[in-house]
């Protein structure tokens, strides 16, 4: 059974940094890519991040390139979020699912951390 963990999120003020992971059990965490989706409230899902399955190639939604970083440590089985720079409109839940750049929207997904940007 696929399990993806994510953890890290918490209250910050904007300008402000946090690091997310994402702990993932249940399946070959290194063969595969790896996305990061955030949903703010009353809005649908929105693609962050993706990173394929050797952690080499990196894409990134317009709204956070160059303030957010994804990586991810296969030996952990663990995939990350470096976000820094955040602004309020980041507020969101933020989860971790399997596949890319096309296929996160039918992967397997967490539960997701939540992300609030405030003064």
């Known amino acids: 059974e696929v399990q993806l963990v994510e953890s890290g999120g918490g209250l910050v003020q904007p300008g402000g940094s946090l690091r997310l992971s994402c702990a993932a059990s249940?399946?070959?965490?290194?063969?595969?890519?790896m996305s990061w989706v955030r949903q703010a409230p009353g809005k649908g899902p929105e693609w962050v991040s993706a990173i394929n399955s050797g952690g080499g190639i990196t894409y990134y939604a317009g709204s956070v390139k160059g303030r957010f970083t994804i990586s991810r440590d296969n030996a952990k089985n663990t995939l990350y979020l470096q976000m820094n720079s955040l602004k309020p409109e980041d507020t969101a839940v933020y989860r971790c699912a399997t596949g890319g750049l096309t296929g996160w929207s039918k992967g397997s997904w967490g539960q997701g951390t939540q992300v609030t940007v405030s003064s």
């Open positions: 249940g399946f070959t965490f290194g063969s595969y890519d």
